[in-house]
């Protein structure tokens, strides 16, 4: 026992020795390396593979003109993630051989790598010039580029590439096309009603350039689609029909023609808000990058077929930029519309766009109906009926603020835009909303974020809740996970709930399930019969190939107290 | 218009059809034969002597053959690769890798002005501002078919339950196909006309109850309510 006690404490005090010096050397490494890279300070440049030489050596595009010298140390990463170190053997004024360590080393073609330069090399570069006083009255000032001898119209198609050469002009391209098609299905149970729904959706997009030589632009998107209800209370409906999303030539608007023209059917160039035109549009853009333009035609109606025919609108907008780089824009707008030939809505729409590199970022926009004395239950003269702003932003993406206001009603119009209201909704209808929301990186798994809303509309007040806490790789690498928690006062009811999701991606797939449960309180009824639980789960499966095919499933389920429903969806898309 | 004689065309071809869903099928399958119809020369550095030079190649490598072929400057090497995120510091993730490079580098102007306006700068909003800059919110680079509508619907008055969170967006929104969100008033009747009129036992509307669905009924079932009023 004794002897036992004795080679266990002096294994104790190994053990303690051993610790100590650990601590020690871990405690001097970090000095040493620092002595280490004072007296070797290195300047690392990128480098690439440009040849593969015969026996083992590869040459890179950097020389003497970044002070490389016979000796000195190169290290690869290929695309696969493997390294690779090696010396460079010989050095060229732009180029080096260079022979890797590992003679089993495949350094394909395009490569990269660094080279590490000693930094001495450049010390005498940093020593400062003595300035040369030159008086500009006795020496001439010489031009900065000796005149070009070839005019840009010489250009050939066999030129160099670097050539100072004039560009093609878009009427001088060829033609050249490509665009999506993509296909959904989509059906849909209820055992409240026994009601299935489906959706048969099959559309596309397409553009060609250049098509008739004069350098303009064709695009045509459009959908057929087909739905069905089978009801068992009632006869089934369906209906079949192909909307045209977009069909218009554009020519114009380049960095060589400021002047840009659209015919067809087009969302209204650089307003979007305003909506469809089956018409033409017009627009320039003058030299301090300030651009107006406007358009005239049918407005089709923003339903499911975009139905034409009814509507007539005329539009003119001015965009201001306060720079080339048009990081801070604003756009004013003003449309004005008929509805079987009677005057319908006046409406003015401004925007607002402030996008720094560094910094708050700014969206806003409004619209604001000039009403007149004969608009039944509107006072003449100005109403906002949309306002939204939105501020955010980031620090270092560790963490970040994000907040919206909006606030909207309905605007007083004959055509038919809205879901059929009553005269009196239309007159008392609105709804505002602020949210703020906040996010912080824990660390580099962890992420936490926080919504707040408060609303209110002509009834009634509420708001939401909703705290989160994302991980990445959780349970394996590129994978995530999140688990929220939510509370929202509605109009309808109180609940509170959580939500848990999981998800994996990479390899040109991505799938995650979810689960959300939720208490729910119907606000109106007696306390005893208001109170009902949901369950949601959702699997959603998403497969890319060659990043030109797509293929996504995804089936939901929610099921309640009284109630189920059941959702599936497929889709498939293909770019060209 | 002619959209819309097309629609009515469709419709009673489709009437007359006693087998819709066979119409249907063969849609899928023209769609298929499109797909691999789709031409096959769109390689995503596809490049030929029509469309004239490019732009400046100043910090390119100085070894021209890592992307051309010999000494023909209009053809570039089949195996040709572009680290778009090295070289630029933008990456192009999703769809957007598999661009081609002239969808962004054209002649509308610098590329760095258009990708300022995020993903506006190059994707007109079908959503004509209804829903917000911040695209990233409902879409991802891989795929535009929206995720997360229910979970988003929380953060609004008007949460999506029971049968609500599996309706198609069309149902309450009008031209929700075609990427708008129309605004849509809260009240039960707004969407549910429909099952008021319909509803005999007890006659809803004889009896005057023509709104305010909620004293009585659950959000989850409309055959039975949970109050029956005096």
Redesign the interface.
């Known amino acids: 026992m004794i002897k036992g006690k004795e080679q266990r404490g002096q294994r104790s005090l190994g053990w303690c020795l051993a610790g100590s010096l650990w601590v020690a050397v871990a405690w001097s490494g970090p000095v040493h390396a620092t002595a280490a890279q004072e007296q070797t300070a290195v300047e690392r440049f990128p480098v690439?593979v440009?040849?593969v030489i015969a026996g083992g050596q590869v040459e890179i595009?950097r020389g003497r003109d970044v002070r490389i010298e016979v000796g000195d140390r190169v290290v690869f990463q290929t695309k696969s993630g493997q390294r690779y170190s090696g010396r460079v053997e010989q050095v060229g004024d732009?180029?080096s051989l260079v022979r890797p360590t590992d003679p089993q080393a495949v350094l394909p073609?395009?490569t990269?790598g660094d080279v590490w330069v000693p930094a001495e090399r450049f010390e005498s570069e940093a020593e400062p010039e003595q300035p040369v006083v030159v008086d500009p009255e006795v020496v001439p000032v010489p031009p900065e580029h000796p005149p070009w001898k070839r005019l840009e119209e010489e250009?050939s198609?066999?030129?160099?590439?670097?050539a100072r050469?004039r560009?093609?002009r878009?009427e001088?391209?060829?033609s050249?096309?490509?665009g999506r098609?993509y296909?959904i299905?989509?059906p849909?149970f209820?055992s409240?009603?026994g009601q299935s729904?489906w959706?048969?959706?099959?559309g596309?997009e397409y553009w060609q350039e250049n098509p008739f030589g004069r350098g303009g632009t064709l695009r045509i998107d459009?959908?057929?689609?087909?739905w069905?209800f089978d009801r068992p209370?009632?006869d089934d409906v369906?209906?079949?029909?192909?909307?045209?999303?977009r069909a218009s030539y554009v020519w114009g608007?380049?960095?060589?023609e400021r002047r840009r023209y659209e015919v067809g059917r087009f969302?209204m160039p650089g307003m979007?808000?305003?909506?469809l035109v089956d018409g033409v549009a017009a627009s320039e853009r003058l030299d301090n990058g300030h651009s107006f333009g406007g358009a005239i035609g049918g407005f089709p109606e923003?339903?499911?077929?975009?139905?034409?025919?009814h509507d007539l609108t005329v539009a003119a907008f001015y965009r201001w930029v306060a720079d080339?780089?048009?990081?801070w824009t604003g756009v004013v707008a003003f449309q004005k519309t008929w509805h079987d030939g009677s005057q319908d809505r006046d409406v003015l729409v401004g925007?607002m766009?402030w996008?720094p590199l560094e910094g708050w970022q700014l969206?806003g926009?409004l619209w604001v109906d000039l009403y007149e004395s004969g608009d039944v239950g509107k006072s003449s003269g100005p109403e906002v009926t949309v306002a939204?702003l939105?501020a955010?932003r980031d620090w270092n993406d560790q963490w970040g603020l994000h907040a919206?206001a909006s606030y909207?009603r309905?605007p007083l119009v004959l055509r038919d835009?809205?879901?059929?209201?009553a005269p009196d909704?239309v007159l008392r209808?609105h709804?505002q909303?602020v949210?703020l929301g906040a996010w912080q990186r824990l660390d580099e798994q962890h992420k936490l974020s926080a919504?707040l809303?408060i609303?209110d509309?002509e009834d009634?007040d509420?708001g939401?809740v909703?705290v989160a806490v994302d991980r990445t790789n959780l349970w394996g690498a590129n994978s995530r996970g999140q688990l929220a928690l939510?509370h929202?006062r509605?109009?309808?009811?109180d609940?509170y709930g959580m939500?848990a999701v999981y998800g994996r991606f990479g390899g040109g797939t991505?799938w995650d399930v979810l689960y959300?449960f939720?208490q729910?309180h119907?606000?109106?009824?007696?306390s005893d019969?208001?109170a009902?639980y949901?369950h949601?789960l959702r699997a959603?499966y998403?497969w890319?190939k060659?990043?030109?095919w797509?293929f996504?499933i995804i089936g939901?389920?929610?099921f309640?107290?009284?109630?189920a429903?059941?959702?599936l969806g497929f889709?498939y898309?293909?770019?060209? | 218009?002619?959209?819309?004689t097309?629609?009515r065309t469709?419709?009673t071809l489709?009437r007359r059809l006693r087998h819709?869903l066979a119409?249907?099928i063969g849609?899928?399958l023209?769609?298929a034969a499109?797909?691999n119809l789709?031409?096959p020369d769109?390689r995503q550095h596809g490049w030929?002597?029509?469309?004239?030079?490019?732009m400046?190649?100043d910090t390119f490598?100085?070894?021209?053959?890592?992307c051309?072929v010999g000494s023909d400057?209009?053809t570039l090497r089949d195996d040709f690769?572009f680290d778009h995120e090295?070289e630029t510091g933008y990456a192009l993730d999703?769809?957007h890798?598999?661009?081609?490079c002239?969808?962004c580098h054209n002649?509308?102007?610098?590329v760095?002005?258009f990708a300022?306006?995020?993903c506006a700068g190059c994707h007109?909003?079908?959503h004509?501002?209804f829903l917000?800059?911040?695209c990233v919110e409902c879409h991802t680079e891989?795929?535009?078919?929206p995720?997360g509508q229910?979970?988003r619907h929380?953060?609004?008055?008007?949460?999506l339950?029971?049968?609500h969170?599996?309706?198609?967006c069309?149902s309450?929104h009008?031209?929700?196909?075609?990427g708008?969100f129309?605004?849509?008033?809260?009240?039960c009747v707004?969407?549910h006309?429909g099952e008021l009129a319909?509803t005999a036992n007890p006659p809803h509307l004889g009896l005057g109850w023509v709104d305010r669905c909620?004293?009585c009924h659950?959000?989850?079932?409309?055959?039975?309510a949970?109050?029956v009023p005096e």
């Open positions: 690439r440009t040849a595009d732009r180029q073609l395009a990269r250009w198609e066999q030129d160099p590439l670097l050469i560009p093609l878009p001088e391209r060829v050249r096309q490509g098609v296909g299905w989509e849909r209820f409240d009603t729904e959706y048969h959706r099959i596309g459009g959908e057929w689609q087909r069905q209370f009632a369906g209906d079949t029909g192909l909307r045209l999303d608007g380049t960095r060589y969302l979007p808000e305003l909506g923003p339903d499911g077929d975009l139905e034409s025919g080339a780089s048009e990081r925007r766009d996008m969206h926009h939204y939105t955010s919206v909207r309905f835009e809205y879901q059929p209201t909704t209808d709804n909303r949210s919504r809303g609303w509309d009634d509420g939401d909703e939510f929202n509605a109009e309808f009811t609940l939500r991505h959300e939720s729910n119907e606000r109106g009824l007696p019969l208001d009902y949901q949601r959603t998403g890319q060659a990043a030109d797509s996504s939901e389920q929610v309640t107290d009284d109630d429903a059941l959702f889709q898309d293909r770019s060209f | 218009m002619a959209a819309k097309l629609n469709t419709a489709l819709p119409v249907v849609g899928y023209i769609l499109c797909m789709a031409p769109a030929w002597k029509g469309l004239g030079p490019v400046p190649h490598p100085a070894d021209c053959s890592l051309h400057w209009q690769v090295a999703g769809a890798g598999a661009a081609q002239l969808l002649d509308r102007g610098p760095e002005t300022a306006r995020s007109e909003d079908v004509q501002g917000g800059p911040n891989v795929s535009w078919r995720f229910v979970e929380f953060a609004t008055r008007f949460p339950i029971g049968a969170a599996m309706a198609s069309r309450c009008l031209g929700a196909e075609a708008r129309q605004p849509v008033d809260t009240a707004s969407c006309q319909r909620d004293r659950v959000q989850t079932n409309w055959n039975q949970r109050v």
